[in-house]
């Protein structure tokens, strides 16, 4: 038995993205947005959620901020003289707290 179901899209508030997606986002779907810093991923996901969100149908909006690279480089930095200084293993996702 095979039911087809149709999928509802909703307009992002970007026309031209609306037409790229087929007519919007698919209805209860599930959204990653990913690319270079500073290309307009955080205003593109805030313009879409202005355009969408409604007391009926809330927006949630995770944002998950990337360690500058001169950070990564510091904390390997101090990973390394820490490992030539002690006998013990260094975990580098769990920082001193």
Same mark, same amino acid.
């Given at each position: 038995?095979?039911?087809?179901?149709?999928?509802?899209? $909703?307009?992002? !508030?970007? %026309? =031209?993205?609306?037409?790229?997606?087929?007519?919007?986002?698919?209805? &209860?779907?599930?959204? $990653?947005?990913? !690319?270079? %810093? =500073?290309?307009?991923?955080?205003?593109?996901?805030?313009?879409?959620? &202005?355009?969408?969100?409604?007391?009926?149908?809330?927006?949630?909006?995770?944002?998950?901020?990337?360690?500058?690279?001169?950070?990564?480089?510091?904390?390997?930095?101090?990973?390394?003289?820490?490992?030539?200084?002690?006998?013990?293993?260094?975990?580098?996702?769990?920082?001193?707290?």
């Amino acid at each position: 038995m095979s039911t087809k179901v149709t999928i509802n899209r $909703l307009a992002t !508030g970007v %026309p =031209g993205l609306d037409e790229v997606l087929g007519g919007g986002l698919p209805e &209860f779907s599930f959204n $990653l947005i990913a !690319g270079p %810093p =500073g290309c307009g991923k955080t205003t593109l996901a805030h313009q879409m959620m &202005f355009a969408l969100a409604t007391p009926e149908r809330p927006a949630l909006f995770f944002y998950r901020p990337r360690r500058a690279a001169a950070e990564d480089v510091a904390l390997s930095a101090a990973i390394r003289l820490f490992r030539q200084r002690s006998d013990q293993p260094v975990d580098p996702i769990r920082q001193p707290g």
